[in-house]
């Protein structure tokens, strides 16, 4: 462990001025996007439904986009989820997506890498569902539930919607 130095207030700074040449490149915009309502809305919401790899596939996110829709919540997702191409990189919560602090956070096939669980912070009660008991999501959650997402999802909506 290194220790603080003392002050010495006879010590006086070297100030060098280095030169600095013009930038030979400029920036070129490659193309703009606009961000989807639904991911921008992930910053503030007091509900997110993440989603991860355990959801089995892109043809399960209809039904999590209705049950989001009906509970006014927001939809998040694992780098897994946004790397394989089912929902774009804006619903990316984790070290290499965004941290958000909602109130409910409901995980959904979503394993629980370290990664992910970065982003999740700040975020309230974290609820999880998932097939796997030794998933690492259930050491992150307030309520662990061993089940399949898909047969849990109803379960949960009439109890948040209660």
Do not use: C
């Amino acid at each position: 462990m290194l220790r603080a130095a003392e002050p010495d207030p006879t010590r006086r700074a070297v100030v060098e001025t280095i030169p600095v040449p013009p930038l030979s490149r400029r920036v070129e915009v490659v193309r703009r996007e606009l961000l989807p309502a639904a991911a921008a809305a992930l910053d503030s919401a007091a509900v997110v439904l993440g989603v991860g790899k355990g959801i089995g596939g892109p043809e399960a996110l209809p039904a999590i986009r209705r049950a989001a829709e009906a509970l006014g919540a927001a939809i998040g997702a694992t780098r897994e989820v946004t790397d394989a191409g089912w929902l774009p990189k804006q619903y990316q919560v984790g070290l290499t997506g965004r941290a958000i602090a909602p109130r409910l956070y409901v995980a959904l096939g979503v394993s629980g890498a370290m990664e992910h669980l970065v982003g999740l912070r700040r975020a309230g009660v974290i609820v999880a569902v998932n097939k796997n008991p030794k998933a690492p999501i259930f050491r992150a959650a307030d309520l662990g539930v061993v089940a399949d997402w898909a047969a849990m999802l109803p379960h949960l909506e009439a109890v948040l919607r209660a």
